[in-house]
Each structure stands twice: as structure tokens, then as C-alpha cells.
């Protein structure tokens, strides 16, 4: 599983955009590219899955450059409930369930 | 989306007890669910792969005796962890998948285990 890289915090404004980068620079070509938001004493939550370009969905959207080598997380006006912990995982194939989590990312959301 | 439910969502026990965590999936059939272990501010560890009618899969480190997982049903993975001490106290979360979802897995609330 390819290992990645997410800075440890990020501190935000409510009403700000958000970007959270990752790393996974060895990530492989059958791989896809996952990001979980985990709120604290609860279990990790999906937020959004992609292999290339751009996916959007109700929450977030998810850009991936052309080398995958790695993808940002963009969370459009954040409010103080956004924040989380958010991790970045990179799978072998979409339905890969057995995940390596790494450090993620701590979102604090400020008023 | 998929559901994940585990019990209890806390529990206290003597050190030197077992106890049983249940992982269920309330509307969907799961051939394979996960048992993580998350301590205070690090990261979700994987422990084992519980899967249905066959004995579960441990990660390195993680002793199979002590961490008992069963898996029944397909809809049911349990937990046990048997002579619980101290250094046991931890959040423990399972995941399951579905098939024919979207690629995402479904995890349960969790469990915080103290062990006193």
C-alpha cells in the first residue's frame, strides 16, 4: 500500500475554503484515492473517493493531478462542525477495505 | 448509506475480565469486516480481518489469543478481549464492506474500552 504524506494541522476561519494535500508518491496504477474525516470517540466517516481529475460530490470535491502523485481535498466554506481529523488513504482498487491509515490531518475550524 | 453498528459504545472492566464487542450490519451483508484499534491522538491501527465462517487474519503484534474475533454470520463480527489489563484500554472500531457499494467502508461508532 502506498504510504502518504498530510500535514499534521490546519487551522481555518468559518467561511473559508479549505485544501488538504497529500502525498503518495509511490502510489500505484491500480490505485484509488480515499479521504475519511473522523470526528473524535467516533468511527471514520467516507468523504470522497477518486482516481483522476476531479470529483465532486455534496461535501467536498477531490483533485488529483495528472502523475497521482497526489490530491487535494477542498472543503467549501467550513463551518465549526468541520472540524475533524482527516486522513488521505491510497488502495488498491475502489473497494479495497482493509486500510492503512496514516496521521491524517487536524482541521480545526475557528469562529 | 450502509450502516455499521457496534455495542456497547463504552464499557469499564476489571482488569483480569474479558470482554465482547459486537460489530453488526444492519442493512447490508458483510463477508469481511475490520477491527481497528485507535489510542488517544494517534491513528487507527489495523488489528485483524474477521471473515464469515473462517478464522480471522491478525496483523503482526496482535495476539490472536487474546484478541478473539469471531465471525458467525454476515451480519455479525464479535471481539473479545479476553484478560483485559490496563494497556488494553483503548478505542476499538470495525468496518465492514458491501458489495457492489462505491469502493467506501463503513465503520462502526466504536468502543471505548477502560480496563481499571
Known amino acids: 500500500l502506498a504510504k502518504t504524506t498530510q500535514p499534521i494541522s490546519m487551522d481555518s476561519y468559518e467561511g473559508q475554503e479549505v485544501n488538504i494535500t497529500c502525498s503518495h508518491n509511490?502510489?500505484?496504477?491500480?490505485?484509488?484515492i480515499t479521504w475519511y474525516q473522523q470526528f473524535p470517540s467516533q468511527g471514520p466517516r467516507f468523504i470522497i473517493q477518486?482516481?483522476?481529475t476531479k470529483v465532486t460530490n455534496e461535501v467536498a470535491s477531490l483533485f488529483i493531478p495528472a502523475d497521482r502523485k497526489s490530491s487535494t481535498l477542498s472543503l467549501p466554506r467550513v463551518s465549526l462542525s468541520d472540524t475533524a481529523v482527516y486522513y488521505c488513504?491510497?488502495?488498491?482498487?475502489?473497494?479495497?477495505?482493509?486500510?492503512?491509515f496514516g496521521k491524517g490531518t487536524k482541521l480545526s475550524v475557528i469562529p | 448509506g450502509a450502516v455499521v453498528s457496534q455495542h456497547p459504545s463504552w464499557v469499564i472492566c476489571k482488569s483480569g475480565t474479558s470482554v465482547k464487542i459486537e460489530c453488526r450490519s444492519l442493512d447490508f451483508q458483510a463477508t469481511t469486516m475490520f477491527w481497528y484499534r485507535q489510542f488517544p491522538k494517534q491513528s487507527l491501527m489495523l488489528m485483524a480481518t474477521s471473515n464469515e465462517g473462517s478464522k480471522a487474519t491478525y496483523e503482526q503484534g496482535v495476539e490472536k489469543d487474546k484478541f478473539l474475533i469471531n465471525h458467525a454470520s454476515l451480519t455479525l463480527s464479535t471481539l473479545t478481549v479476553t484478560s483485559a489489563h490496563p494497556e488494553d484500554s483503548s478505542f476499538y472500531i470495525c468496518s465492514a464492506d458491501s458489495v457492489g457499494g462505491k469502493g467506501e467502508a463503513f465503520f462502526g461508532q466504536g468502543t471505548r474500552l477502560t480496563v481499571v
Open positions: 477518486g482516481y483522476k
Open positions: 509511490n502510489i500505484a496504477t491500480n490505485d484509488y
Open positions: 488513504l491510497v488502495g488498491a482498487g475502489a473497494g479495497s477495505y482493509q486500510l492503512t
